[in-house]
């Protein structure tokens, strides 16, 4: 089983619409998770770190299922700009060593007008 | 807002020579990365570094990989005799103990 797994897509949806992604975990004892997005051949952005509160920003919210080992990333009303490939990210570390990140193959999403 | 810069941005060099990838990591930040991405398939970890050391490597970072901070601001890959399959994206990331930002990546073709 792979460390981190994510549905590659392609995700194409219209403008304004609804689109949510799922990403599983292997490591039960990983402790940080995050979404990253990346444009063609440009480096990962940080889009949100995932509590297992939920976190929300704007029109991006993140989820953490710890007992199912998966985290999610719901984009609602979707914009153009939105168009790109969204990353999975998921660490653990112990002692004062922050450790890698394990990333997903990543989920192309397209928004066309 | 300050952020990792690295360069060159761009680097082709032939099998067999080295090369030095450079990266200035955020100014307050004390955890350093390296990360890989060849061609169409994901990112990838090479080695972090923490208090002058190496923290964490992974099978990837062999003994023809190094990193080293040289000075209170630079941190740098170097990969001694390179390889066709070296060919990739390498991306420094840094991080003040959990979220890691990352640089605009060099891209290493290597002939």
């Known amino acids: 089983r792979k460390e981190v797994e994510q549905d590659p897509g392609p995700f194409n949806v219209p403008e304004g619409a609804t689109v949510a992604f799922n990403c599983t975990y292997s490591n039960s004892a990983s402790q940080s998770f995050f979404w990253y997005r990346q444009d063609c051949r440009k480096e990962p952005k940080l889009l949100m770190s995932?509590?297992?509160s939920g976190n929300e920003d704007g029109r991006f919210t993140a989820q953490l299922n710890r007992a199912s080992q998966y985290i999610s990333l719901l984009i609602r009303d979707s914009k153009l700009s939105d168009s790109a490939t969204y990353l999975c990210?998921?660490?653990?570390?112990?002692?004062?060593?922050?450790?890698?990140?394990?990333f997903g193959q990543g989920t192309i999403l397209t928004v066309h007008p | 807002e300050p952020e990792v810069t690295q360069t060159p941005s761009h680097q082709v060099t032939q099998m067999g020579q080295e090369v030095i990838l450079r990266c200035v990591p955020i100014?307050?930040?004390?955890?350093f990365y390296w990360y890989r991405q060849i061609l169409g398939q994901k990112v990838e970890f090479l080695v972090s570094?923490?208090?002058?050391?190496?923290?964490?490597k992974s099978e990837i970072f062999d003994d023809q990989f190094s990193v080293e901070r040289p000075d209170g601001s630079n941190f740098t890959l170097k990969i001694r005799s390179t390889k066709l399959e070296d060919s990739a994206m390498y991306f420094c990331?840094?991080?003040?103990?959990?979220?890691?930002?990352f640089g605009p990546g060099t891209r290493l073709t290597v002939t």
């Open positions: 100014s307050n930040h004390l955890y």
């Open positions: 990331a840094s991080s003040a103990g959990g979220e890691q930002y």
């Open positions: 570094f923490y208090n002058n050391e190496i923290s964490e």
């Open positions: 995932v509590y297992s």
């Open positions: 990210a998921v660490s653990g570390h112990s002692g004062t060593s922050y450790g890698k990140l394990t």
